[in-house]
Nanobody
Framework: QVQLVESGGGLVPAGSSLRLSCTVSGGTLTTGGMGWFRQAPGKERFFVAAIAWTTGNTWYGEFMKDRFTISSDNAKNTVYLQINRLQPGDTAVYYC?????????????????WGQGTQVTVSS
């Protein structure tokens, strides 16, 4: 079973940038792709972005495309999430997830494996 490990979170001031990383181990994913979700305290897990391994096609959650960029390095089995102009409303635990199939990228129930999450806290 694959394992996902996120890194790159932290406490940052508003307006700064972060790049989150998610490295996959225990297997090579050649189908499907990876997604990023975030969850703030007391709120549901929210779709941020996803990328397909083979095509590189990307999908973004509502209002996410402006400041968020997802990318992948297939040789390193790593997916990145670049977040620019961070706002206090971005404060959440950010999770990466892997899915074997295509489609339904925005639904967390479609993902097969999850990382433990990395905390992003944005101060005003």
């Amino acid at each position: 079973q694959v394992q996902l490990v996120e890194s790159g979170g932290g406490l940052v001031p508003a307006g700064s940038s972060l790049r989150l990383s998610c490295t996959v181990s225990g297997g090579t994913l050649t189908t499907g792709g990876m997604g990023w979700f975030r969850q703030a305290p007391g709120k549901e897990r929210f779709f941020v972005a996803a990328i397909a391994w083979t095509t590189g096609n990307t999908w973004y959650g509502e209002f996410m495309k402006d400041r968020f960029t997802i990318s992948s390095d297939n040789a390193k089995n790593t997916v990145y999430l670049q977040i620019n102009r961070l706002q206090p409303g971005d404060t959440a635990v950010y999770y990466c997830a892997a899915k074997k199939g295509d489609g339904l990228w925005r639904r967390p129930q479609q993902y097969d494996s999850w990382g433990q999450g990395t905390q992003v806290t944005v101060s005003s």
